[in-house]
């Protein structure tokens, strides 16, 4: 088992690509005299093939990650509940197989849910102390979507307090595991910082103001915020409907391609998905994935949220981790990978936008009781 966070901090996050070169795709070999399945950057693809060329079990499967979440979640702090019965769920699935082949494109892959996303067999608490032993009444659609493409809800992830900032009356505090010491992100932390630990190959989280792609920053992550009405909301603890979307949280744009096929479409419980008819591409998101997808692409930089002054930020010049450094980095490999970078965009009113008030707080109260309302 391959302690990511050990090497992480001795080589950094650039060097454990190649460190672990050799473990990423490693797939079991059930005669037993080849190389076995390891979860550390495991993707969808990965696992998929694994089971159907019958290397691997989806059984065998989840319990890599189960052993990981014993070995790594006591440091992290970045599960609520973990799912007693996904081994069971597991070798329902390796029967199914056996009977008829997979039975979606998640087939055996264990997922992470942030804690406001209901299930049906596990509380969920919005990472609020009251809703400890709360199971709702049905999945959220979005979970038995999930489910229905075969894949394995492993745990229910910690988060900021019904959706906000980083910290939990429940859960406590996630922590980063390429640092300990620095912010894992809010609100989704828990389901950022099990994946990019390999506690889970893939993760939901939810986003009103940043809470998918903050973690999905700050754990090495592809968060994507949908635009919202793309994703059904039903069975998902509100912030504020006028913004608030579930979205993946995975480590390749590939795996978040592959969750939002299985992800959007229309649903009648959300009116919000209307909006969605006629939008979904008829051949996948998938069908658009393109290692060259930034050639004649215009990005643009905001030079004001860009402090460029070390003095300001606090960090001393030339550390590894200075912020502004990793971005100036990032433009460049951007505009090496064929884009067109717009360098800066000012957006009128900038300040004024940003600043002229936050809706979610306005509608919480209203959302929150309606939620209530759903659990009798």
Do not use: C, W
Not at 180 to 198: C, Q, W
């Amino acid at each position: 088992m391959v302690d990511r966070r050990t090497v992480l901090k001795s080589v950094g996050a650039a060097g454990l690509a190649s460190t672990l070169a050799g473990h990423a795709h490693a797939q079991s070999n059930r005669t037993g005299d080849g190389p076995t399945f390891d979860p550390v950057e495991a993707t969808i693809s990965d696992i998929y093939a694994a089971i159907t060329n019958g290397e691997i079990t989806a059984q065998e499967v989840t319990e890599h990650y189960l052993e990981r979440v014993s070995a790594y979640e006591e440091e992290l702090n970045a599960i609520i509940t973990i799912n007693e019965e996904a081994p069971a769920r597991a070798e329902e699935l390796d029967e199914e197989f056996e009977e008829s082949g997979p039975v979606g494109p998640l087939h055996g892959v264990p997922i992470i849910l942030k804690d406001n996303v209901d299930t049906d067999d596990l509380p969920t608490t919005g990472g609020n102390v009251l809703f400890e032993d709360t199971i709702p009444p049905d999945d959220a659609y979005i979970t038995a979507q999930l489910r229905e493409a075969g894949g394995i809800i492993l745990a229910k992830g910690n988060m900021g307090e019904f959706a906000r900032g980083s910290l939990s009356s429940l859960g406590g505090q996630t922590y980063n595991p390429y640092d300990l010491d620095r912010s894992p992100g809010g609100s989704s932390a828990g389901p950022g910082a099990a994946v990019a630990a390999n506690l889970a190959t893939i993760g939901i989280g939810t986003d009103t103001g940043g809470s998918v792609r903050i973690p999905g920053v700050f754990n090495s992550l592809v968060g994507l915020r949908p635009t919202t009405g793309l994703v059904s909301r039903d069975g998902i603890i509100a912030l504020g409907l006028s913004f608030d979307t579930a979205g993946p949280m995975t480590k390749t744009v590939a795996d978040t391609a592959i969750m939002l096929d299985v992800m959007a479409g229309y649903d009648p419980n959300d009116s919000a998905t209307s909006k969605s008819i006629g939008e979904v591409p008829e051949d996948g998101y998938t069908s658009y994935l393109n290692l060259n997808g930034l050639e004649d692409a215009r990005l643009g930089v905001i030079r004001e949220y860009i402090e460029e002054d070390p003095e300001e930020t606090g960090i001393e010049a030339g550390q590894p981790l200075d912020v502004t450094h990793v971005i100036e980095s990032a433009i460049d490999d951007l505009e090496g990978a064929g884009a067109t970078i717009v360098d800066p965009v000012t957006v009128p009113n900038l300040s004024e936008l940003v600043s002229g008030g936050y809706v979610p707080g306005y509608e919480f109260e209203r959302n929150l009781n309606d939620y209530l309302d759903s659990l009798g």
